[in-house]
């Protein structure tokens, strides 16, 4: 089992940064991929981004990318996302996710775990 807890979600201001962190625990943290998803109200869930377990490649939405930064600290069970350039569009729960395997990490019926969400919002 692992536990993933979400944290640094606000309200934001349009243009403005948030970074979200989301902490694991339980198995061995640096062998899961790791991915951040999203959920507006009245729409589906979204990948947004996704990091390799070692941290070797990263994957993003083509919505958020050049703004959006996903990073881990294997040391720290930790993966953040740095959120940058905010606009309203961003408005929703962000939700980290752990996956036992780097493929197809932008689907996410593939992931094992998640958190239990974050909300951003961001303000016109």
């Known amino acids: 089992q692992v536990q993933l807890v979400e944290s640094g979600g606000g309200l934001v201001q349009t243009g403005g940064s948030l970074r979200l962190s989301c902490a694991a625990s339980?198995?061995?943290?640096?062998?899961?991929?790791m991915g951040w998803f999203r959920q507006a109200p009245g729409k589906e869930r979204e990948f947004v981004s996704a990091?390799?377990?070692?941290?070797?490649?990263?994957y993003y939405a083509n919505s958020v990318k050049g703004r959006f930064t996903i990073s881990r600290d294997n040391a720290k069970n930790t993966v953040y996302l740095q959120m940058n350039s905010l606009i309203p569009e961003d408005t929703a729960v962000y939700y980290c996710?752990?996956?036992?395997?780097?493929?197809?990490?932008?689907?996410?019926?593939?992931?094992?775990?998640w958190g239990q969400g974050t909300q951003v919002t961001v303000s016109s």
């Open positions: 339980g198995r061995t943290f640096s062998s899961y991929a």
């Open positions: 990091i390799t377990w070692s941290g070797g490649n990263s």
């Open positions: 996710a752990a996956r036992g395997s780097s493929y197809r990490l932008t689907d996410s019926l593939n992931y094992d775990y």
